[in-house]
C-alpha cells in the first residue's frame, strides 16, 4: 500500500511538474525571425495551419504549443486577416494577439490636392491590390451621385486623410470609405451651396495654393473671373486635361494649353465639368467664402514660400510676373 502511495505521489508530480515545463514555455518569449514577419491568416484557416504557419515564420516555438493554447482557451475565435510580429512573444501573446483580431494595417496617406492619379500610385506603392482596380472603382460615380448627380466621377470626393488599409481592403471599399469621410466632412459644413461647383472650384484652389492664408485671395480670382465671364486660365485643369488623355509629359506644352478638352480652362469659359483634385477642409472654405477683393489675376513668389502676388489689372499683373523671372534669375 505504501509503495502505491508513494508512486502515485511520484505521478502527481511528474504531473505537476510537466504541466508547470509546459505552461513556462507557453509564457517563455520566443523569436526564431531576424526581419519582421507578415503572416496573412484568410478566412477558414484551421488552428493547425495557422500554427505550422506561425512555426514556420519563427513566431512561435511549437506548433502544437500553439494548438495547446488553444485548447486551453477554448472560447477565443481566432481571427482572420494580416499580422504584424516584430518582437519576441508568448505562444499565449501571439494567441491572444490574433484572438483580438490585432491586424496590421498599411497606412495610405493621401495629401490634399492629390487626383485619383496619384491616389492609385500610393495604392500600387503598397500592393494591396492593383492600381488599375483602384482607377476603375473611381471612375464610378455611383457612390456620390445622389449628393452630385453631375459628377463625371468620384473626383473630388476622396477626401484627402490618413487611412488604414489591408489584404482585405478593396478598391470599391476604399473608395466608399473615402467619400463617406466626404459626406461627414460636409455635412458639419452645414451649408446649402451646391456641392457641384464647390468642390470644383474647391479642387483649383487647393491646386493653386499650398499657403492656407491664400486660399480665399485664389478663390476671389476665381470668382471674380466668373462673374464677368472671363476664362480662368488655370494650369492645373490643364495637366488634368492632359492626365485624363495620357499625354501628360511632366509639365504644360503649348498643346496642351489648345487642347479641346472640356478640363483646359485656357480654351473654354467658366468651371470645368469637376473637380480636377481632392481637396481639403481650408479649400473647400475658401470656396464657399472667398475674399472679398477686386483681384483678376496671381503669379507666384519667387522666393519659394508658395505665395502668390495678387493683381487687380493686366499691367500690375504683368510687371509682378517679370518680378517673378528676374528674382528666379537672381536665384
Keep these: 500500500m505504501k509503495i502505491l502511495i508513494r508512486l502515485l505521489l511520484v505521478f502527481l508530480i511528474l504531473v505537476i511538474a510537466g504541466g508547470g515545463y509546459f505552461w513556462y514555455l507557453l509564457k517563455q518569449p520566443y523569436q526564431g525571425f531576424r526581419d519582421a514577419k507578415i503572416l496573412d491568416f484568410p478566412h477558414g484557416t484551421s488552428t493547425s495551419d495557422m500554427a505550422q504557419l506561425l512555426q514556420s515564420a519563427g513566431v ?28 519576441p512573444a508568448s505562444t499565449i501573446d501571439v494567441l491572444r494577439k490574433i484572438a483580438r483580431g490585432d491586424t496590421f494595417y498599411y497606412e495610405l496617406v493621401v495629401p490634399e490636392g492629390s487626383n485619383l492619379f496619384d491616389i492609385a500610385a500610393s495604392i500600387g506603392a503598397l500592393k494591396i491590390f492593383p492600381a488599375e482596380k483602384f482607377l476603375a472603382a473611381a471612375r464610378n460615380p455611383k457612390l456620390i451621385q445622389d449628393l452630385d448627380p453631375q459628377a463625371p466621377t468620384l473626383e473630388g470626393y476622396l477626401f484627402p486623410d490618413t487611412y488604414r488599409v489591408n489584404r482585405q481592403t478593396t478598391a470599391e471599399s476604399l473608395c466608399r470609405t473615402m467619400t463617406h469621410r466626404f459626406r461627414e466632412m460636409w455635412r458639419k459644413l452645414n451649408t446649402q451651396a451646391d456641392v457641384h461647383q464647390t468642390v470644383t472650384l474647391a479642387s483649383m484652389v487647393e491646386r493653386e495654393a499650398h499657403n ?35 499625354t501628360y509629359r511632366g509639365k504644360i506644352y503649348r498643346s496642351d494649353l489648345q487642347s479641346e478638352s472640356p478640363f483646359n480652362t485656357y480654351v473654354h469659359v467658366g468651371l470645368p465639368p469637376g473637380p480636377i483634385a481632392n481637396p481639403g477642409l481650408g479649400a473647400i472654405k475658401a470656396a464657399l467664402n472667398p475674399a472679398t477683393t477686386d483681384y483678376l489675376y496671381f503669379v507666384a513668389k519667387a522666393d519659394g514660400s508658395g505665395g502668390h502676388n495678387f493683381s487687380s489689372s493686366i ?14 534669375q537672381k536665384q
Design 60 to 87: 512561435i516555438r511549437s506548433a502544437r504549443l500553439f494548438q495547446l493554447s488553444r485548447y486551453l482557451s477554448p472560447s477565443a475565435a481566432l481571427q482572420a486577416g494580416e499580422y504584424k510580429f516584430d518582437k
Design 212 to 246: 492656407p492664408e491664400d486660399q480665399p485671395l485664389v478663390a476671389s480670382v476665381f470668382r471674380n473671373r466668373l462673374n464677368i465671364g472671363m476664362k480662368l486660365d488655370c494650369d492645373p485643369t490643364t495637366m488634368y486635361a492632359a492626365l485624363l488623355n495620357g
Design 315 to 328: 499691367a500690375q499683373h504683368s510687371a509682378a510676373v517679370s518680378d517673378y523671372h528676374r528674382n528666379l
